[in-house]
């Protein structure tokens, strides 16, 4: 069982930036992503990050704005989010995948507001 906790969330401004974090219990490192949810809208891929962090991936509608990262001293991973649109408003939840591509562990998730 692996327990996650996000943080960093909060309501920024269209343009500004936001830094998520993601802790994971334990010292086992696993591969992790980010998903988010907006209201009414289903639940969608954002970026993951392999176990050793030599390996990213993201949604195109994020690339060349979000960049995840990961510190595998404290297992945490990290979302520095950029030049953020209203449309980037969503709860942003992490996740672990044991044995990728399926994800079996989730966060509560933090909420990201960004009023135009």
């Known amino acids: 069982q692996v327990q996650l906790v996000e943080s960093g969330g909060g309501l920024v401004q269209a343009g500004g930036s936001l830094r998520l974090s993601c802790a994971a219990s334990g010292r086992a490192l696993y591969a992790m992503g980010w998903f988010r949810q907006a209201p009414g809208k289903e639940r969608e891929f954002v970026a993951s990050?392999?176990?050793?962090?030599?390996?990213?991936s993201y949604a195109d509608s994020v690339k060349d704005r979000f960049t995840i990262s990961r510190s595998n001293g404290k297992n945490t991973v990290y979302l520095q989010m950029n030049s953020l649109y209203a449309e980037d408003t969503a709860r942003y939840f992490c996740?672990?995948?044991?044995?990728?591509?399926?994800?079996?562990?989730w966060g509560q998730g933090t909420q990201v507001t960004v009023s135009s």
């Open positions: 996740a672990v995948a044991v044995y990728p591509p399926k994800y079996d562990y």
């Open positions: 990050i392999s176990r050793r962090g030599d390996s990213t």
